[in-house]
């Protein structure tokens, strides 16, 4: 696997706005992989794929989800999870993509899930704070990100289970279940830092 065809294909997959989002990413998750001893080069090529199938026709992505083995639920809910799952079974599928961790972290850099990897929290938060988003509580997340890539990915999934509360839609459980796994994190952490551990 060569990485320059990689991102040749890649910004195939997408028009230009998405590739420059796309880019923004890859810049985000490495400056995160750093500040928070996570791997780079994973963490980079998961971000560089993360938004591979977004772009694609949404009949597409629904044939995938069914024809693929994909988990079925998905259709219950937002469209805007699809892709996340799409994603991951076509990099795997066209490119040959193989590191669990690396297609985890594209599975669920949307929706999160329980126990997220260092991998996945980064590039979950990185598409939250690219410099090229903005959206009402952005630099909120940015500031949290600074410290914390738990409290980053609170505040970033606040920020989209009110706006689907607000849009009356449907929120996927996995997304409470992220959220919930996080905050418990914070909380033991900040008992062990009580105790002096
Ligand atoms: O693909 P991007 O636009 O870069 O960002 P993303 O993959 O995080 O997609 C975010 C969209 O998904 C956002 O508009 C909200 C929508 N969405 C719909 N239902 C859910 C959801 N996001 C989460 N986390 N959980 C949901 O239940
Ligand atoms: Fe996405
Ligand atoms: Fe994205």
């Not at 591979?52 to 024809?67: G, L, N, T």
């Not at 999870?81 to 079974?89: D, N, Q, T």
Request: charged share 30%; proline share 4%; hydrophobic share 40%.
């Amino acid at each position: 696997m060569n990485l320059e065809t990689l991102r040749e294909a890649t910004r195939r997959q997408m028009p230009d706005k998405r590739w420059k989002h796309t880019l923004g990413v890859v810049e985000t998750s490495v400056k995160l992989a750093e500040r928070f001893g996570g791997d780079a080069a994973k963490a980079e090529l998961a971000a560089l794929l993360h938004d591979y199938a977004k772009a694609w026709p949404i009949d597409r992505q629904a044939m995938v989800i069914r024809e693929r083995g994909l988990p079925p639920e998905l259709l219950d809910f937002d469209k805007e999870l699809w892709h996340a799952h799409v994603g991951a079974w076509a990099v795997r599928e066209e490119h040959g993509i193989d590191d669990e961790e690396v297609l985890d972290a594209i599975r669920y850099h949307t929706s999160g899930r329980e126990r997220m990897t260092l991998t996945d929290k980064i590039v979950c938060l990185a598409d939250y704070i690219e410099p090229g988003r903005d959206f009402p509580g952005v630099n909120k997340i940015r500031r949290l990100a600074e410290h914390s890539l738990e409290e980053g990915l609170v505040a970033g999934f606040d920020s989209t289970i009110s706006l689907l509360v607000e849009k009356g839609k449907r929120i996927f459980p996995l997304t409470v279940i992220a959220r919930n796994g996080l905050i418990d994190e914070l909380k033991k952490r900040g008992q062990s830092e009580l105790q002096g551990g």
